[in-house]
């Protein structure tokens, strides 16, 4: 290793460096949970530089960290010692035809949808503005049009990479297809994305909102949430959150449905969210119609807490789900809280195998978390989570975007073995040394 990762720069990083004590550094060796101490940020702005900035971290022999967003909340966009390559630069977004876009990896969702709908066009994508389009989607993504128009990658027609011995590839379903097979769903095991090019919607306005409910029935409501979606149509997407006491200015604890029905049809809309507004107790609602890009939004977590996650796919949300739920929310009103977040149609109606996102025959994605004083050790975050455990044998696997613990059986739960056994097979042909390993990581 290099005692000075400085000492050897290429001439062409002198300009897309940052060191300790520069004015960019703290900014791009912050993430959503924590600022790292990196030896070198490298913002590159071209393919070139990404190579290049590959290149210096294996010569080095640093930890290498890829930041897009910086909303991991294992914070594996920093590290401290290392290098970040911060992708930020590449935040182009450009419609190339009637609906097909290109994205850079280091564009921001709130960015991609206020641009798009300037052209009447959406991609169904996450949930917050300030998320990184990198991260997402080689997570999968989730998002409000989940149920009409899938995975964020399922828009996915092409992707550039960098691999991490430098070449730069293009993958389509012919062209690399083995990569581009993986990077969708498989995370950033196989190098760094520069640029993913969509077939966009033709969504502009929806209508959304949210439905608050007291927590006098929560089975009730579970149930009858579920029904009006199996029975209801696929532009009805929805996350029921069952939200804690947090105090004020917080709502006090009850349960809250976020909707949105992804269409400018009012009267279309109205009946879809009808059947949920004749469920339990209702507080009161908001439903307004809105361009696409006002449903992004940017939440924060309360002051002086920390939180803890894990979540499950399941099959169905059937009486031992409903039951599970009901028991792990009431078991803890003053910390935990649940979403269960509803998935199936388009997002169902896509192979198994096609990609590496292989949970397809699912429901809802179940999520269970908490919330604890900040001074509460990891140990005992984890702890306090371990009454979920029991939805693991309930559902058939994660979702990497939700998963908020870094724990051995975590990969085990977000990839089937058929899956996992793959992804391995293109790890070991395009980064056998574990180059990009500060992820969910698929090791070669």
């Known amino acids: 290793m290099s005692a000075d990762p400085m000492s050897s720069l290429p001439p062409e990083l002198a300009d897309v460096t940052y060191r300790p004590g520069d004015e960019a550094y703290a900014a791009a060796a912050t993430v959503y949970v924590r600022t790292g101490s990196p030896a070198l940020v490298l913002r590159p702005r071209t393919v070139e530089q990404v190579a290049a900035a590959i290149h210096q971290a294996v010569a080095a022999g640093l930890p290498l960290s890829i930041r897009s967003g910086g909303h991991s909340v294992q914070a594996w966009g920093t590290n401290d010692g290392g290098l970040v390559i911060d992708m930020s630069a590449f935040a182009g977004i450009e419609v190339l035809d009637d609906d097909r876009v290109r994205v850079g990896a280091g564009a921001r969702w709130g960015d991609v949808a206020g641009t798009l709908g300037t052209h009447g066009l959406s991609l169904t994508s996450g949930d917050t503005r300030s998320v990184g389009v990198g991260g997402l989607t080689t997570g999968g993504g989730i998002g409000w049009m989940v149920r009409n128009h899938g995975l964020t990658i399922d828009s996915l027609v092409a992707a550039d990479l960098v691999t991490a011995d430098g070449r730069a590839l293009h ?88 909707v949105c029905y992804a269409g400018s049809d009012g009267a279309a809309a109205a009946a879809a969210f009808a059947p949920l507004l004749s469920l339990g107790t209702v507080r009161m609602s908001q439903i307004d119609e809105k361009p696409y890009a006002d449903v992004l939004e940017e939440p924060h977590p309360p002051a002086g807490v920390r939180s803890m996650a894990s979540n499950t796919l399941v099959e169905r949300v059937d009486d031992r789900v409903v039951d599970a739920v009901d028991r792990y929310y009431a078991g803890g009103t003053t910390e935990r809280m649940m979403f269960v977040r509803q998935l199936g149609g388009a997002a169902n109606r896509v192979a198994p195998d096609a990609t590496a996102f292989a949970h397809r025959n699912v429901e809802a994605l179940v999520l269970g978390g908490l919330f604890a004083p900040e001074d509460t050790s990891d140990d005992e975050l984890l702890a306090r989570l371990q009454p979920f455990e029991e939805f693991h044998d309930l559902g058939v696997g994660s979702y990497p975007g939700f998963v908020a613990t870094d724990l051995p059986e975590d990969v085990e739960r977000i990839y089937p073995p058929a899956t996992l056994a793959r992804l391995r097979e293109v790890k070991r042909a395009n980064d056998p040394a574990n180059t990009f390993r500060n992820n969910f990581n698929i090791a070669p």
Do not use: C, K
């Open 171 to 258: 993958l389509t379903e012919t062209e690399n297809a083995d990569l581009f097979w993986a990077i969708r769903g498989g995370g950033g095991n196989f190098g760094v994305l520069t640029s993913f090019e969509f077939v966009a919607q033709r969504v502009t306005t929806v209508h959304a909102g949210m439905i608050m409910y007291a927590p006098d029935d929560v089975p009730g409501l579970l149930d009858g949430w579920m029904d009006a979606h199996r029975n209801g149509p696929e532009e009805l997407n929805s996350t029921l959150v069952l939200f804690p006491e947090l105090g004020d200015p917080m709502p006090p604890a009850g349960l809250m449905g976020l």
